[in-house]
């Protein structure tokens, strides 16, 4: 399955927890709150290039040199997973079953040749000659809001908090007692196509003057 993302400019921030309530209290009163979940997401790099544990804002914003993976479930429930390949704006994705999954965490790969995915064959080389190993965990709130007549969202992830544990990945409750005490942080997103309308930057300007721009994306034409 692929995705290319409708919108070609990607714009992250950091935000304080004041100006998120700000920022949610007017999109939830003048926009349309498309879904709100939980996710649980699990990166895979080399081991040569593995992120410090500090640097959870890179994983979820920084484009990679390389193709990245990771693994995802929703709302606390790991019964099918989502393999997610991601090349700059470009994400492709495939199932996973949850005893797939185990499977994965416990070192055994064969079953990714069985499945004749070509996403999941790609992982599986990926695994044997890039030597990628599960990196960090994180667990985080997700909300996507939009707005009438405007090819624009906001993403605001909240409670970001990480974990080196990566067997207790498919076990919600571990991986909060693994997280605990963390003070989450939170991010935004800004997607859009041709350009932030002026009511759309003063609402950011209103409601998050705090914000700290982490990294911006253009999205390739394909």
């Not at 950011?204 to 394909?222: D, G, I, N, V």
């Amino acid at each position: 399955m692929t995705n290319n993302r409708p919108y070609l400019h990607r714009l992250h921030y950091q935000i304080t927890s004041e100006d998120c309530t700000a920022l949610r209290d007017c999109l939830s009163t003048r926009g349309e709150a498309l879904y709100a979940r939980s996710v649980h997401t699990m990166f895979f790099n080399s081991y040569r290039d593995r992120v410090p544990v500090n640097n959870v804002d890179g994983l979820l914003t920084a484009g990679h040199a390389n193709p990245q993976f990771s693994l995802h479930y929703y709302d606390g429930d790991p019964t099918y997973v989502i393999l997610e390949r991601r090349e700059d704006e470009l994400r492709t994705s495939a199932m996973v079953a949850e005893a797939e999954c185990r499977a994965l965490l416990l070192g055994e790969t064969d079953w990714l040749m069985d499945r004749h995915d070509p996403l999941l064959q790609e992982f599986h080389e990926s695994l044997t000659e890039r030597m990628l190993l599960p990196q960090m965990l994180l667990t985080y709130r997700q909300e996507v809001y939009t707005a009438a007549g405007l090819n624009l969202c906001v993403t605001l992830n909240t409670d970001i908090r990480a974990s080196l544990q990566h067997m207790d990945f498919l076990d919600p409750q571990l991986l909060e007692r693994d997280t605990e005490g963390q003070n989450g942080k939170i991010l935004m997103e800004v997607s859009y196509s041709d350009h932030i309308p002026d009511s759309v930057l003063c609402l950011l300007e209103e409601t998050a003057p705090r914000r700290r721009l982490l990294h911006s994306a253009k999205a390739e034409r394909r």
